[in-house]
């Protein structure tokens, strides 16, 4: 189906060229789920790029041959190129609310590219966009086709784009980081439907990811790719059962494992942390601004609604509850995991403990206070500076506009610790330090540095507000298992030396086993299980739970990475 052979890419600059990837071989072949795996920066998504004809400018191909059945794709004009995209090629992207234009309905996205790529009437084109969601697993398709992205979750949303993507019958797809996002229960959806498609249809499949418990699931065969090269190549039973190269070998071991708990994620042996001097001047400082005894959360009742959407001129709208009844404590220098499916509610609780959103009823204490809710909390109310939020996607959370030392320098001027702009430079020099960044990063912007990097930015930016309890929402989510092993390990640094109080929401079960002393479990607003870590994943008692567990992907049980 897809041959490549010595593929090069260059990008050209002021500096000279620079080599995304080159000598790059891969053969995927009719109704094979090929699976493409490395770090942020190894080439994966160039690979896909090339192939499809979406290298960004002024990105070329440098050499090598490309060839898509008998049709070399070096050798086609625009025009040819552009009838082959979304033809015999097609792409599902990272994010699906990227990918769809908000402005126009599913129907109306389906519609025009059935009929862009085949000449057949509107009506012909809707009922076969109607059977090909009836046939993705949306329910009540003639009616969902009518709306709009928004009015999809985000595993419904992934769903469309794939329905985008085989409407034209294509004879290859890449994926590129389609399940990222995803919970575990709807990526295990989104890869069952991946693996029928490539069964009954015999569509090829470039799937593109970080995940390796994603390709062990899934995959024919895997080709791992490290600074544009690729490293090991093969059936990937073998490949992720028995890796031959170092770096394999590596990845593997970053990957947390589910069936039982270690005390710290592995590393590559060359990446450096930057280790912590012994006279870290951030480290004194927050030291000396921290009470001695932890503090813990309380949650008693508490509830969440939101009004709900008006269908009726004379009928006052149902709220809709998004947490019921939820009460549990988090103890003082612990770490509470929150685990579940999207629109299960573990963002509107973190919202409502930072006080972003008011709850309906119920009761917040922490420590001995208690915390008023939403708008009734003012800006410098003291819990808004001891809780702190690490959010998911450090680019969109730090500002783009400024350099890193007025980002972390923020912090000690809006809470008052230093008035002395020197000495705010200073402490924010010193917090780069604490979390294994160069201090000279200070002077640069954030579009400057790598996703693992921007996020210890982010935790700096955290800390030098003195939080005491700390809301972790999906920290590690978008990086790649090597970046979010060094990410986790800071954390659990960060934890022990300062007795902070930790809340960490994830959907990835294998993390949150390693992370947290507690866990609860989630589910449409209302705690299904809580309890000790290890009790909870060695005994579930809720189906929920179990149900969790059986769909989180899991390594080959005849590779056994080190303890430790």
């Known amino acids: 189906m897809l041959t490549i052979t010595d593929l090069a890419v260059k990008f050209p600059s002021r500096f000279g060229d620079f080599t995304a990837i080159e000598d790059v071989d891969m053969t995927i072949a009719p109704g094979e789920i090929h699976g493409l795996v490395g770090e942020s920066g190894a080439g994966k998504s160039t690979v896909g790029a090339a192939v499809i004809g979406l290298l960004q400018t002024p990105g070329y191909i440098a050499g090598g041959t490309l060839t898509l059945g008998d049709t070399d794709l070096r050798d086609l004009s625009d025009g040819q190129a552009h009838a082959i995209r979304g033809d ?335 000495d705010r430079r200073r402490l924010a020099a010193s917090m780069l330090e604490l979390v294994g960044m160069a201090p000279d990063a200070i002077d640069k912007y954030p579009h400057q540095f790598s996703g693992g990097q921007r996020q210890r930015i982010a935790v700096a930016r955290t800390l030098l507000a003195r939080p005491r309890f700390l809301i972790c929402d999906e920290p590690t989510s978008a990086l790649d298992v090597s970046i979010q092993a060094e990410i986790l390990n800071l954390l659990k640094d960060l934890q022990a030396k300062f007795g902070l109080t930790i809340l960490f929401i994830s959907h990835n079960l294998a993390v949150v086993r390693q992370m947290a002393d507690d866990t609860a479990v989630l589910r449409n607003g209302r705690i299904e299980e809580i309890g000790s870590t290890e009790a909870l994943y060695a005994n579930p008692q809720a189906d929920y739970t179990r149900t969790l567990l059986s769909l989180t992907p899991v390594m080959p049980i005849s590779w056994q990475a080190p303890t430790g």
């Open 88 to 422: 015999r090629i097609s792409m599902i992207f990272q994010d699906p609310q990227t990918s769809l234009n908000p402005l126009m309905t599913i129907e109306d996205q389906l519609v025009e590219t059935i009929q862009a790529h085949s000449d057949v009437s509107h009506a012909a084109a809707l009922k076969r966009a109607v059977d090909l969601l009836e046939d993705i697993g949306i329910e009540n398709a003639a009616a969902r086709i009518k709306s709009y992205p928004h009015q999809f979750s985000g595993g419904m949303r992934q769903r469309v784009v794939i329905a985008l993507a085989i409407c034209t019958d294509p004879e290859l797809i890449i994926a590129d980081e389609p399940t990222t996002a995803l919970d575990v229960a709807v990526q295990s959806q989104v890869l069952d439907l991946i693996r029928r498609l490539a069964r009954d249809r015999k569509i090829a499949f470039m799937l593109i990811t970080h995940d390796i418990g994603v390709i062990a699931q899934v995959a024919d065969r895997v080709t791992v790719m490290r600074h544009g090269k690729v490293m090991e190549t093969g059936e990937t039973a073998q490949v992720l059962g028995a890796p031959r190269h170092p770096y394999t070998r590596a990845l593997m071991d970053a990957v947390p494992p589910l069936d039982r708990r270690i005390d710290r994620f592995r590393v590559p042996q060359e990446a450096d942390t930057g280790p912590i001097t012994q006279d870290n001047a951030a480290e004194a400082w927050l030291l000396e601004g921290i009470e001695q005894d932890p503090i813990g959360l309380s949650l008693s009742n508490l509830c969440v609604r939101f009004p709900g959407t008006r269908t009726s001129l004379w009928r006052k709208p149902d709220p809709y509850v998004a947490l019921h009844d939820i009460s549990f404590d988090i103890r003082p220098a612990s770490i509470m995991g929150l685990v579940g499916e999207s629109g299960s509610g573990k963002s509107t609780l973190a919202k409502a403990i930072t006080g972003l959103v008011t709850p309906s009823s119920g009761t917040m204490t922490l420590g001995d206070d208690t915390l008023p809710g939403g708008k009734s909390r003012s800006r410098h109310h003291p819990s808004r500076q001891l809780i702190q939020m690490v959010f998911q996607d450090p680019y969109s959370s730090l500002n783009s506009r400024q350099t890193i030392g007025a980002i972390l320098a923020e912090p000690l001027w809006f809470y008052g610790f230093t008035p002395d702009p020197s």
